[in-house]
């Protein structure tokens, strides 16, 4: 059982960066690609970004596309999303994903294990 546990939500202005953290408890973290989805309440959670096991592809939702860097490090067990150029539509619960499969999805189905989330907030 991955646990996941993120970090680095508040609330900002638009125009702000954040960069959100998640820690996973898995020692073999690297057998895992990673994800960030985000939910606004009373809508669905959806994709943000992936990266690969390796870190050597990533995907994003044209949504953050240039504005959003998903990034991870293997040895600190930890993704990261850098977030620039904050916009209110933003505003979210932002969730780290783990999947072990090797297949790219943006599908959260896929994903085996989730974080509790965090909160971002995006002031105009």
């Known amino acids: 059982q991955v646990q996941l546990v993120e970090s680095g939500g508040g609330l900002v202005q638009a125009g702000d960066s954040l960069r959100l953290s998640c820690v996973a408890s898995?020692?073999?973290?690297?057998?895992?690609?990673m994800a960030w989805f985000r939910q606004v309440p009373g809508k669905e959670r959806v994709f943000v970004a992936r990266?690969?096991?390796?870190?050597?592809?990533?995907y994003y939702a044209d949504s953050v596309k240039g504005r959003f860097t998903i990034s991870r490090d293997n040895a600190k067990n930890t993704v990261y999303l850098i977030m620039n150029s904050l916009k209110p539509a933003d505003t979210a619960v932002y969730y780290c994903?783990?999947?072990?499969?090797?297949?790219?999805?943006?599908?959260?189905?896929?994903?085996?294990?989730w974080g509790q989330g965090t909160q971002v907030t995006v002031s105009s």
């Open positions: 994903a783990a999947d072990e499969s090797v297949v790219a999805s943006r599908v959260l189905e896929q994903y085996d294990y």
């Open positions: 898995e020692r073999t973290f690297s057998s895992y690609a």
């Open positions: 990266i690969s096991r390796s870190g050597s592809t990533t």
